[in-house]
């Protein structure tokens, strides 16, 4: 399956750790997104990006959390110091360009994160 | 108010039923439209887009009311294996290119 990749599936993390969540696109996608579901509710978007650039981070915490997409190697959303109220599942997608049509979406199976 | 608003559900209901799933959304500007599945612990699944002049696959049936900004999804002869929660989910469009908004989900569980 050539799909969105993303490790590790499951991470626990003790407060006060550092998270680090991986996502490598479907071959040829070159726009990366983040989603985070909280327990109980919906997926809400948290970041966009393209190699190399931040597009639109309007759903990033505004503390402790930070995402890249270099120009080698996998999409990383890092979360510092992690709190109780980061435990989500989250969700990677990629698109092969900015297309506006949900149906080029795809996620990965997700990162679920507990922080004990 | 929640972007995305569907039915509280849990539904519950008997292989073989009809079922149907509301949603609004509250951004007018709002200029795609998706059902999305999800099963637990899984990734959202595209199940279908929502067009204005309403569309079929198979046993789903989705309308869209540009005009009083409501979704619907309905599902007929109900099978075991449609048992999952299901996302309204609306794309801005624009430069808001795959910045999805999802609703909070509504949960089928469809009994024998």
């Known amino acids: 399956n050539a799909g969105v990749m993303q490790n590790p599936r499951h991470l626990v993390r003790r407060r006060g750790q550092e998270a680090r969540l991986r996502c490598s696109p479907m071959?040829?996608?070159?726009?990366v997104y983040w989603y985070r579901q909280l327990p109980e509710e919906g997926l809400k978007f948290m970041v966009y990006?393209?190699?190399?650039?931040?597009?639109?981070e309007s759903g990033m915490p505004k503390e402790r959390f930070s995402a890249e997409f270099p120009k080698e190697g996998p999409s990383i959303l890092r979360i510092q110091q992690v709190v109780r109220g980061d435990s989500a599942a989250y969700f990677c997608?990629?698109?092969?360009?900015?297309?506006?049509?949900?149906?080029?979406?795809?996620f990965g199976e997700g990162s679920w994160l507990t922080v004990v | 108010r929640k972007e995305v608003e569907q039915d509280p559900g849990p539904f519950n209901v008997p292989e073989g039923a009809t079922v149907a799933f509301n949603c609004t959304y509250s951004?007018?500007?709002?200029?795609?439209f998706f059902w999305y599945r999800q099963d637990c612990r899984k990734e959202p699944k595209l199940l279908m887009s929502?067009?204005?002049s309403g569309n079929e696959d198979g046993r789903f049936t989705a309308q869209l009311n540009r005009a009083s900004q409501y979704i619907s999804l309905l599902i007929r002869d109900s099978k075991l294996s449609d048992s999952a929660t299901y996302l309204c989910?609306?794309?801005?469009?624009?430069?808001?290119?795959?910045?999805?908004?999802f609703g909070q989900g509504t949960i089928l569980t469809v009994h024998p």
């Open positions: 997608a990629s698109s092969p360009n900015g297309a506006d049509s949900g149906n080029t979406i795809y």
């Open positions: 929502v067009y204005s």
């Open positions: 951004n007018s500007a709002s200029q795609s």
């Open positions: 071959k040829g996608h070159s726009h």
């Open positions: 990006l393209q190699k190399e650039n931040i597009i639109d």
């Open positions: 989910v609306v794309n801005a469009g624009g430069t808001s290119y795959g910045k999805l908004t």
